[in-house]
């Protein structure tokens, strides 16, 4: 006859009968309530918010970040590094442009 107690909880982590280190202990207590004790500038919202803000600069705690797969890493770091190319040539031509206007503006003006 199957444990119904066992039945009931598929998810829950059974330690019965195992020794653990501290460690390990917490990492299951991390995993049952769902909360880690990850530092604040490794959190996805953080590394989202320092690449909208700083651009490139914000990849380092995307590479540090312990849990984050390696093709994750490339992805996010190709698409950056794509969208500041990008940016800065759109920036450029603006600058140009604007340069380019001004100097049109004062030899109309003289």
Known sequence: MID???????DD???EGLIL??????????????????????KTWAIVVLILCVGPFGLIPLWFKPRT???????????????T????????????N???YYKQLALSLQ
């Open 4 to 10: 119904q107690k066992n039945n009931d909880n598929k």
């Open 13 to 15: 982590i059974s330690t």
């Open 21 to 42: 280190t501290p460690e390990e202990m917490e990492m299951i207590k991390q995993l049952r309530t769902g909360k880690t004790n990850e530092k604040w500038y490794f």
């Open 69 to 83: 797969k390696l093709i994750t890493k490339l992805f996010v770091s190709v698409l950056v590094i794509i969208g």
């Open 85 to 96: 190319i990008w940016f800065a040539k759109v920036s450029y031509n603006t600058a140009t």
């Open 98 to 100: 604007l340069i380019e």
